[in-house]
């Protein structure tokens, strides 16, 4: 019986081989996917946190995108409601609008930071920080929520520090924009020659 074990594993040495090869080959010609590194010169495959990744309500695989305000630009436009953009630590300098009921998660309030303006669409919920500053006349809003919605928003800062003639504002919601809930969040606004206000709605 041992004799016809070794026998059999002698014929399929081959084949295993050339299996194996087959595998290590395509290991080794993998490329990287949504959110997923391959470093070169190792054989450590992990989890990246350099890319926007927008992840879909329906189940599609993650897209990627870089981390820039065009990138978030592009992710918003690729985003639908129910789905989730996920940013990672950086610092984005563009004014952003936020895809409506699209979820954008930051990977904290000190970590994620955007200096422009955000503009909110009717409940998208949000997790990271808008810090803004400018010396110049024009009002400077660091959250704008300008259509009706009742999102509830966790663990963000929103400044606005005006050191000119303008007025500032952390969070300024148009009328008839309803009554955005937060919750452990920081707002602010206050200017040196203008009006500061943490939080104004419109009549």
């Known amino acids: 019986m041992a004799e016809k074990l070794?026998?059999?594993?002698?014929?399929?040495r081959p084949f295993l081989l050339g299996v194996g090869q087959s595998v290590v080959t395509q290991l080794l010609n993998a490329a990287e996917g949504p959110g997923i590194d391959i470093p070169v010169g190792t054989n450590v495959i992990g989890?990246?946190?350099?890319?926007?990744?927008?992840?879909?309500?329906?189940?599609?695989?993650?897209?990627?995108?870089?981390?820039t305000d065009a990138g978030l630009?592009?992710?918003?436009?690729?985003?639908?409601?129910?789905?989730?953009?996920?940013?990672?630590?950086?610092t984005l300098t563009a004014d952003h609008t936020f895809t409506d009921g699209v979820a954008y998660v930051g990977a904290g309030r000190n970590?994620?930071?955007?200096?422009?303006?955000?503009?909110?669409?009717?409940?998208?919920?949000?997790?990271?920080?808008?810090i803004r500053t400018a010396n110049d006349s024009s009002d400077l809003i660091a959250l704008a929520?300008?259509?009706?919605?009742?999102?509830t928003i966790y663990f963000c800062d929103f400044v606005a520090t005006q050191n000119?003639?303008?007025?500032?504002?952390?969070?300024?919601?148009?009328?008839?924009?309803?009554?955005?809930?937060?919750e452990?969040?920081?707002?602010?606004?206050?200017?040196?020659?203008?009006?500061?206000y943490g939080y104004y709605q419109d009549d």
């Open 6 to 12: 070794t026998e059999l594993a002698k014929r399929l």
């Open 47 to 67: 989890i990246g946190g350099d890319s926007i990744l927008l992840f879909f309500a329906n189940g599609d695989p993650a897209q990627e995108f870089a981390v």
């Open 73 to 90: 630009d592009l992710a918003s436009a690729a985003a639908s409601s129910g789905d989730v953009v996920y940013i990672p630590v950086c």
């Open 111 to 130: 970590k994620t930071i955007i200096t422009g303006q955000v503009t909110m669409g009717p409940a998208s919920p949000i997790n990271l920080s808008v």
């Open 145 to 151: 929520i300008t259509t009706y919605q009742s999102p």
């Open 164 to 182: 000119g003639s303008g007025d500032a504002y952390g969070v300024k919601v148009a009328a008839g924009a309803g009554q955005p809930h937060f």
């Open 184 to 196: 452990y969040c920081h707002i602010d606004g206050q200017s040196v020659g203008g009006d500061g």
